[in-house]
């Protein structure tokens, strides 16, 4: 097999800069594919949060000029580092005006005005910095709507640059919900031959869906999880696009994400009060012990403690979780839930601390250390998603035999085998209805289950330890899909 050229572009990598699961993933998706001998490389944009001094950023000497159509060319810098314990080379695009900002995409409440000449310019810029470097990519491996202006550029504005003559892309979808819908103007500033505005290229609702249009161009389309490539054929999970992704479901497939097990695992685990190994617990006892000190719950070993973190979003069944909290609160049962994002869940949860302050407490805000002490600490791992393309909180809860109780969407059905009450197999809890009643119920007879079926549960928490998510597979699949576009791409 021949050593690729890959240029993984993505908003946000891991640890430079992080709002959600596509940061893990693009940080150590490359590690993987690096081990298996291919030329990868990594871009992000500079953002202010990206510490230069702390990884030791270099830069790269002389201006990328980006031709912004009717903005005009604009100038900006970039730097050069590695993805921490690794050699895979990774590249941030500097410019100040577009990313010297507090935060990725929003102020902390409301999206970023021009979000859309932003991500268009990283995407743009990404190519400019091949030729800088002349790193003549087979592979450009976009990711959600921010880069998906790459599959059509290469098409479009780049088919007659040499540079790219031979490259393929892949775009991979993180989440359909966000898809880059932007005012019409955006072609021109693009550069994009206005035949592209129809609704079977990148024309949606009279303005440009630059996700629609990444679908159209890619020479691959992935997504990260087997079951969640089917549901976005769907009207319940297609948001829009379903007719459009039926359209392309030739080259659509999903690929279940990985997890990085230096990072994730409590027999290394650097943040956490006591490490522990499926075969010996009781340093998740500690964990569970320091969990609860921490947040001022009363500290019984005896009693089930369920965990959450996650964005405070419509997505991962907050709405859901909210209805039944009073419910849950007469179960006998502590929760400890980390998170930010809706303000109006902020605010209720953080009340909620108050009405039950010795079973329930929370952290507002982005934490990961506190993220992976409820991973030890916690029983069970509470995922109530309404849709979940793959999700990774549960596969790093299994990591720690922290048993998942999830909604079966998605990457959640996929990587989730349901409790068994007759034989007692299972690694969680599975309900199929979003709805309060089903979540309440399930929740009780995983509480049910700790009470009635302790030895059940401990096997279970084993049988969870032993489950493996790691990349090696996973970059496998995505090496057969490089292979697979660029023999479309060359004939
Ligand atoms: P999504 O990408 O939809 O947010 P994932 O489960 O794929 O969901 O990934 C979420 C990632 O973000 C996980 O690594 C999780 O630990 C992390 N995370 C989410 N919210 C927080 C938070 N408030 N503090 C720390 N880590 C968080
Ligand atoms: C998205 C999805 C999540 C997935 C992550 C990484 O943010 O919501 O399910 O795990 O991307 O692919």
């Known amino acids: 097999m021949n050593r690729l050229k890959i240029l993984i572009v993505a908003s946000e990598v891991v640890p430079f800069a992080k709002t959600g699961g596509l940061a893990d993933v693009a940080g150590a998706l490359p590690k993987t594919l690096f081990s298996l001998g291919h030329d990868v490389r990594v ?83 990404a190519m400019q910095l091949c030729k800088k470097i002349d790193f003549k990519p087979d592979i450009l491996h976009a990711n959600d709507w921010h880069t998906a202006s790459l599959p059509i550029l290469l098409n479009t504005s780049f088919a007659n640059d040499e540079f790219f003559e031979k490259t393929a892309s892949i775009l991979t979808i993180h989440n359909l919900q966000y898809q880059g819908h932007f005012y019409k103007g955006l072609m021109d500033v693009m550069g994009v031959p206005w035949e592209e505005f129809n609704p079977l290229s990148l024309e949606s609702f009279g303005g440009v869906n630059l996700l629609k249009g990444g679908i159209t161009h890619c020479d691959m389309l992935t997504t990260v999880s087997p079951k969640y490539a089917e549901e976005i054929q769907t009207k319940a999970f297609g948001w829009g696009l379903e007719h459009h992704i039926q359209g392309h479901s030739h080259k659509l497939i999903g690929i279940i994400n990985g997890i990085d097990y230096d990072e ?19 340093g998740k006892a500690e964990c569970k012990q320091a969990l609860q000190q921490q947040f001022g719950l009363i500290e019984r070993d005896d009693v089930p403690l369920i965990g959450f973190v996650g964005r405070l979003a419509e997505q991962k069944g907050i709405a859901l979780v909210a209805h039944v909290i009073g419910g849950l609160m007469h179960l006998d049962l502590q929760i400890v839930l980390l998170g930010a994002g809706e303000m109006w869940a902020e605010r209720f949860f953080s009340d909620i601390v108050n009405r039950y302050p010795d079973k329930f407490a929370c952290y507002i805000g982005y934490n990961n250390a506190i993220a992976h002490q409820i991973e ?45 009450p007759k034989t007692g197999e299972g690694t969680g809890f599975k309900f199929e209805f979003a709805t309060g009643d089903a979540l309440y119920g399930t929740v009780k007879w995983a509480v049910d289950t700790w009470y009635e079926n302790p030895e059940h549960i401990i096997a279970m928490k084993k049988r969870a330890m032993k489950q493996h998510f790691g990349w090696d597979d996973s970059a496998k699949d995505y090496e057969k899909v490089y292979y697979y576009a660029l023999g479309k791409r060359r004939g």
Request: with cysteine; glycine share 10%; hydrophobic share 35%.
């Open 43 to 125: 871009v992000m944009p500079r953002y202010y949060v990206v510490d230069r001094q702390k990884y030791s950023l270099q830069p790269i000497e002389g201006e990328l000029g980006v031709p912004m159509g009717s903005m005009g060319e604009m100038w900006c810098g970039a730097y050069e580092g590695k993805l921490p314990n690794s050699d895979v080379p990774i590249y941030f695009i500097e410019h100040e005006g577009f990313f010297g900002r507090k935060g990725l995409y929003n102020d902390g409440h409301y999206s970023y005005g021009d979000n859309d000449n932003r991500f268009v310019f990283f995407s743009k810029a």
């Open 264 to 282: 994730w695992s409590p027999s290394c685990d650097s943040y956490i009060k006591a490490t522990f190994s499926a075969d010996d617990l009781s």
């Open 376 to 420: 030890a600490g916690s029983d069970f791992f509470l995922m109530p998603s309404l849709f979940e393309p793959c999700g990774l909180n549960q596969l790093y809860s299994l990591s720690y035999g922290t048993l998942p109780i999830v909604r079966a969407t998605g990457g959640l059905d996929d990587t989730i085998e349901n409790y068994d």
